[in-house]
C-alpha cells in the first residue's frame, strides 16, 4: 500500500465520518480526543469519491480552526520527497484547498506554505491558482515574476481562465508583466467575441429533422451541432439515433445525445422505461428520464435500482434513483435513503438525498437536516439552512411567533472565492 492510499473507515467511527465530509464529525470532532490526527490524515489521503465535484477544503480548514491546529503537518505533506515522484495528479489538490480555505478563514499563515509550494513544489500551477482565487495581491507579491517565466501560454491561460472577470491579483501582475497583460487582453477580447451571435446557429435552425439527423450520422465537426439543435426541437428522430449511438463504445457523440435527451419531457417515458427495463446501452439515459419525469408505477424499478447501487457502492448510479424517489414522494424508499446519507463516500449525493427526505419523511429528516448545517458540501449546508427546525419552548407546540432558527455554524456561510 502507498503512503497515500485511502483506507474507508467504517461510517459508525468519527475518521470515517470525516472521511465522508459528514456534519455529525464535525459536530463531535472536539469531544474526541485524536481527532486532530483524523482530520491530518483525511488532508494527507484525499478521501473523496470525486474529488472534481466534491467539497473538502472549508469543511477541514473550519476543523482545524476548532481543535486549533497547526499547519506545518500540511506543510510537511506537501514538501515530502514524494512530491517530485508520486504520479498522482491530486495528490496535494485537498492540502492547497485547505491551506486557501484557512487563509479565508483569518489563519493567515497557511499563505507562507502556499507561496512556499507555487516556488518549490511540483503542481506549483495549482498552487498558483490557489493563491490568485484569494484575490489578496499583497500574498501574490513577487510571484509575477514565476508567472512570466514557467508559464507557457496554455498554462498562463489556464490561470487567467479560474480568475474571474477582474482579479485584484492578475491586475497588479498585468500592470507589472506585459506578457501577462496581453494574455489577460486576449482573454477578454475572446470573451467578447464568443458572445456575438453567428450565422450557423441560424442555418441549423432551418435545416429540416432529417437533414439534422443526416448531419449528426457524419459524427464530423458538425454533428454535435446538430445533435444539440434536435434536442431543442425535441425531434423524436434523436430517440432512435440515440439507440444507435448509445450502445457503441463511448464517444463525444454519445456524449451529446445523452445531454440533448436532457430536453425531452414526459412525452418519452414508454421509451425511457424500455430502455431501463432492457438494461443495454440507453438504460443509464432511460433511467435519468425516469427520474425526472416517471410516475408512481416507475417506483418498483427505481427502488430496485437504488439497493443494486447500494449494494454495489456505485454511488453515482444511485443519484438518478434517489432524485426519482424523492421527486414521487416514495415513502418506502426512506430506508435506502438514509444507508445512502450515512455510508456513501460520495458527498456530491448527498444534497440529493436530503432532498428527497424531506419530500418522502418530513419528520425523520429533521435530524439529517440540522447534521446538514455541519455538512461539507455547500448544497447541503444551503439546504439545511433553509429548513432546519426552529426551536421551540418545551411544552409550548404552538409558541410559533416566539421561536428562532438554529445558530448557522461558521462553514454553513463561507466567505465568496475571490474575496
Not at 516556488?119 to 500574498?139: Q, T
Not at 497583460?181 to 446557429?201: M, V, Y
Not at 423524436?236 to 448509445?246: K, V
Not at 439546504?383 to 448557522?408: F, K, Y
Request: aromatic share 6%; proline share 7%.
Amino acid at each position: 500500500m502507498s503512503s497515500n492510499e485511502v483506507v474507508m473507515e467504517s461510517a459508525g467511527t468519527l475518521h470515517g465520518q470525516m472521511q465522508r465530509g459528514l456534519g455529525r464529525a464535525a459536530r463531535r470532532a472536539a469531544e474526541k480526543p485524536g481527532a486532530g490526527e483524523y482530520v491530518y490524515d483525511c488532508v494527507r489521503r484525499d478521501p473523496r469519491w470525486d474529488p472534481q465535484c466534491e467539497e473538502r477544503g472549508l469543511y477541514y480548514a473550519r476543523l482545524m480552526v476548532d481543535l486549533e491546529l497547526p499547519v506545518h503537518p500540511i506543510a510537511e505533506h506537501m514538501f515530502d520527497p514524494a512530491d517530485h515522484t508520486d504520479p498522482d495528479d491530486w495528490r496535494v489538490e485537498l492540502a492547497l484547498d485547505v491551506l486557501a480555505e484557512l487563509v479565508r478563514l483569518s489563519r493567515r499563515e497557511a499563505a507562507y506554505a502556499l507561496r512556499r509550494y507555487a516556488e518549490e513544489g511540483a503542481h506549483w500551477l495549482d498552487a498558483l491558482d490557489a493563491l490568485v482565487s484569494l484575490g489578496d495581491p499583497s500574498l501574490a507579491h513577487g510571484l509575477d515574476g514565476l508567472v512570466a517565466e514557467r508559464c507557457d501560454d496554455a498554462e498562463l491561460d489556464l490561470l487567467l481562465a479560474g480568475s474571474g472577470t477582474h482579479n485584484p491579483v492578475i491586475e497588479t501582475w498585468a500592470a507589472r508583466r506585459p506578457r501577462i497583460a496581453d494574455a489577460l487582453e486576449r482573454r477578454r477580447g475572446s470573451g467578447a467575441a464568443a458572445r456575438r451571435p453567428g450565422g450557423a446557429a441560424r442555418e441549423r435552425a432551418e435545416r429540416s429533422e432529417a437533414e439534422l439527423l443526416d448531419l449528426a450520422r457524419r459524427r464530423d465537426d458538425g454533428a454535435v451541432a446538430a445533435i444539440f439543435e434536435l434536442g431543442r426541437r425535441r425531434a423524436p428522430g434523436l430517440l432512435d439515433l440515440a439507440e444507435e449511438l448509445l450502445p457503441q463504445r463511448p464517444s463525444r457523440f454519445g456524449g451529446a445525445v445523452t445531454r440533448a435527451l436532457r430536453e425531452y419531457g414526459p412525452e418519452v417515458l414508454p421509451r425511457a422505461r424500455a430502455w431501463a427495463s432492457e438494461r443495454g446501452g440507453c438504460s443509464d439515459i432511460g433511467l435519468r428520464i425516469l427520474a425526472r419525469h416517471g410516475t408512481r408505477q416507475d417506483i418498483p424499478l427505481l427502488m430496485s435500482e437504488l439497493r443494486e447501487a447500494l449494494d454495489r457502492l456505485d454511488w453515482g448510479a444511485a443519484a438518478g434513483p434517489i432524485e426519482g424517489l424523492g421527486r414521487l414522494r416514495a415513502g418506502e424508499a426512506v430506508p435506502l435513503l438514509k444507508t445512502a446519507w450515512t455510508e456513501s463516500t460520495y458527498a456530491y449525493l448527498r444534497p440529493r438525498v436530503l432532498t428527497a427526505l424531506t419530500r418522502t419523511a418530513p419528520h425523520t429528516a429533521e435530524s439529517y437536516t440540522v447534521e446538514g448545517l455541519w455538512d461539507c458540501e455547500e448544497r447541503v449546508r444551503h439546504e439545511a439552512a433553509q429548513l432546519a427546525p426552529s426551536p421551540r419552548t418545551p411544552g409550548s407546540a404552538c409558541n410559533a411567533s416566539t421561536t428562532t432558527r438554529p445558530r448557522i455554524p461558521a462553514c454553513a456561510a463561507p466567505p465568496p472565492h475571490g474575496s
